[in-house]
């Protein structure tokens, strides 16, 4: 597909021409943080943005997504996709967006998230700034990116705009680009090498070793060690690209006739969510928070490496973030197992 | 369908549950459908001593004379719900729990006056068996809401979490007060609120008592480290709501 270059100065007008024909979605400063964020005018989008609090999996699949509605005469979806534009997505986040569409069509197509996936325009854009616990330069470093439609890399004077699908195509019609030289093509490579290249952390390992080593450590005494100080708060969970998990309940209304049923972002750090009720009485097959703990790495770095040929992480580094007894650095644990 | 009496009984607290409840407009409005209230302080002045369907209890359990009212209200209701911080936890009145002479810190010369005299502060369940507990300082009404839609309709038991609050603040993407160098006692204070005051500014204190599980040795190594409190103070900090959890009480 073609390459594009959009200048400086036609960057809002491209965004306010996206604007005009659908909802943008895109990084937007919170206080000390970035979060993505339908843009209400285009100079609030932050392409210069470290990371944000929660990854643009929200997009497809809000927090809580409400699921049917029903009455006594029965019961209608909830779900009402219209086309959106989500863009600034990270190299490292449109990976995780890939796990993320494999997990919720692979062997159970997942109406609810897959829906509001089709219709949604994805813009890349290159890493201009590094989250302080970003290591995505040293795990599934070598994994195409896909599932994109456009990719924006800044270079002096503007944006190479790698055109991916032909959905990225009809967007090149809510601005005006130039045909990009091959100078510029070749200074948008260096630059999201030199992104990958110049991450804060790094892991010491390819995906098979860790794969290999991380299910060799189930009965070290590691996690225990590691997990002393940690609260069960599913932190490192909600704010994971690839965690997929959620839990369904049904909300009545006064009536006693009518309600609805939802789901939420689930947690496997969380005591309650190893809990089950039988016949027998409720118990909890991971009650204790080490067994919680290992079971995170267990699931992102063996189970699930596994199936996708690399660990399910994107090492974007919000979990080592998000914890504030800081135990949860995948760069730290990890490259502990693979030094034993 | 008849409609279920109710009775709204107070100990010691402020009432400020009743309030929330009176301002909850429509859905309460709603609830009446379905409901007589018999006796209520803050909406009528009428008293009974007959049969109820379901009892609200409001306020902490903190005189032997509690004891005896408490029993009274339980032998005549089917239901018993204990709603707020102060009847599910003992509340901020838990506070004087680990204090020898709170009476004389807060009365000063007036200590000894008969009415003054109470003992430790504990919830409604240590004195009656308690069939539902809706926890907050003030409860939470939709929480109430759906536990009385549960009691009236007989439908499936609703679903209150146990997890610490930062996942409903993550779930909303509040930006973590600990990322500004500020405190909050949200990794072990139970969730179900919906986190609503670091969103808007304010610690989470714990209001619906401790989550399951909750690492308080690791609170305190936070609160200190990251929250930047004297190490006292990071003790002492959820003994506002948790008195009665805490690993000390």
């Known amino acids: 597909m073609t390459q594009q270059f959009l200048r400086d100065d036609d960057l809002m007008p491209f965004v306010e021409g996206l604007m005009n024909r659908y909802p943008v979605i895109a990084p937007v400063a919170k206080r000390t943080r970035f979060v993505f964020e339908k843009l209400i005018a285009a100079d609030d989008l932050r392409l210069d943005y470290d990371t944000t609090v929660l990854p643009p999996k929200k997009v497809f699949f809000p927090s809580r997504?409400?699921?049917?509605?029903?009455?006594?005469?029965g019961f209608s979806a909830c779900i009402e996709p219209q086309a959106q534009v989500l863009m600034g997505v990270h190299p490292h986040?449109?990976?995780?967006?890939?796990?993320?569409?494999?997990?919720?069509?692979d062997r159970h197509f997942d109406n609810n998230y897959m829906a509001y996936r089709q219709v949604t325009y994805i813009i890349g854009s290159s890493v201009q700034q590094h989250y302080k616990y970003a290591?995505?330069?040293s795990i599934n470093a070598d994994k195409p990116l896909s599932g994109h439609d456009l990719f924006m890399t800044k270079i002096d004077g503007g944006y190479v705009i790698e055109v991916v699908s032909d959905k990225g195509a009809e967007l090149l019609a809510c601005g005006s680009f130039s045909e990009a030289s091959p100078a510029q093509i070749a200074e948008a490579e260096a630059v999201n090498a030199a992104a990958m290249e110049n991450c804060p952390q790094k892991l010491n390992g390819g995906s098979a070793e860790i794969r290999e080593k991380v299910r060799a450590a189930y009965e070290s005494p590691?996690?225990?060690?590691?997990?002393?100080?940690?609260?069960?708060?599913?932190?490192?969970n909600i704010v994971c690209p690839t965690c997929y998990c959620f839990d369904v309940q049904d909300e009545w209304n006064v009536d006693g006739a009518s309600g609805c049923r939802f789901r939420l972002w689930d947690a496997c750090l969380t005591s309650e969510f190893s809990e089950v009720t039988g016949p027998g009485g409720t118990e909890n097959f991971r009650d204790k928070r080490a067994e919680r703990y290992r079971h995170r790495y267990m699931r992102k770095a063996a189970y699930l490496n596994d199936q996708l040929g690399g660990p399910a992480c994107t090492g974007c580094g919000r979990c080592s973030g998000a914890c504030t007894a800081d135990i949860a650095n995948p760069v730290n644990v990890i490259n502990k197992v693979l030094e034993q | 369908m008849a409609k279920l009496k109710c009775a709204w009984f107070d100990f010691a607290c402020c009432e400020g549950c009743q309030v929330e409840l009176t301002n909850y407009g429509e859905p309460f409005v709603q609830l009446l459908e379905h409901l007589?209230?018999?006796?209520?302080?803050?909406?009528?002045?009428e008293k009974t001593t007959g049969p109820i369907d379901v009892a609200f209890i409001e306020g902490s359990f903190t005189r032997e004379a509690d004891r005896r009212r408490l029993e009274e209200i339980r032998a005549r209701a089917k239901v018993v719900v204990a709603y707020g911080s102060c009847a599910t936890s003992g509340g901020i009145n838990a506070l004087k729990n680990h204090m020898d002479d709170y009476a004389g810190e807060v009365y000063g010369a007036d200590k000894d006056r008969p009415h003054l005299n109470s003992a430790k502060a504990l919830p409604v369940s240590a004195a009656i068996k308690v069939d539902y507990e809706v926890r907050g300082c003030p409860m939470d009404r939709d929480e109430l809401l759906r536990i009385v839609q549960q009691v009236v309709h007989g439908t499936a038991k609703v679903y209150v979490p146990s997890y610490p609050v930062c996942v409903e603040c993550k779930r909303r993407e509040t930006v973590c007060r600990y990322d500004d160098g500020e405190y909050c006692l949200g990794p072990i204070a139970r969730a179900g609120c919906g986190a609503p005051c670091p969103a808007d500014g304010i610690p989470c204190e714990a209001c619906r008592g401790l989550a399951e599980q909750p690492n308080q040795e690791a609170m305190v190594k936070v609160l200190v480290d990251n929250g930047k409190l004297p190490q006292q103070r990071a003790e002492n900090l959820s003994r506002m709501f948790t008195a009665n959890f805490r690993g000390d009480a």
């Open chain 1, 65 to 73: 997504q409400d699921l049917i509605h029903f009455d006594q005469q």
């Open chain 1, 93 to 105: 986040d449109i990976k995780g967006i890939a796990m993320s569409d494999r997990f919720y069509s």
């Open chain 1, 135 to 137: 290591f995505f330069g």
């Open chain 1, 222 to 236: 590691l996690w225990d060690e590691m997990s002393e100080d940690c609260f069960s708060c599913g932190s490192c």
């Open chain 2, 36 to 45: 007589e209230p018999v006796e209520f302080r803050e909406v009528m002045s």
